[in-house]
């Protein structure tokens, strides 16, 4: 997943909508285990966590895209 978004560039207002879905399964898992509403599997957590992680990158690679871009026009412009 991270060298398909590195290869396309797709220019989108990111939305803190994805993030928050994927940050509460993650923590409705957690719950769940604790409280014992079900055994814990690692089928389970491996999901949430691949999710998890792919939006926390997409939100990463946004914000070094906008920072180098911001770089590269300051630089420019001098």
Partial sequence: MAVSLLMINI?????????II????MLLDV??????????TSWI???SGFFFGAVIY???LEV???????????????
């Fill in 11 to 19: 220019r989108t207002k990111i939305s803190l909508k994805p993030l």
């Fill in 22 to 25: 994927t940050s509460s399964i």
């Fill in 31 to 40: 719950i769940f285990v604790i409280a014992h509403l079900y055994n814990y």
């Fill in 45 to 47: 957590a491996f999901t």
């Fill in 58 to 60: 997409i939100y990463v």
């Fill in 64 to 78: 070094f895209s906008i920072y180098f871009n911001q770089l590269l026009e300051k630089r420019f412009d001098e």
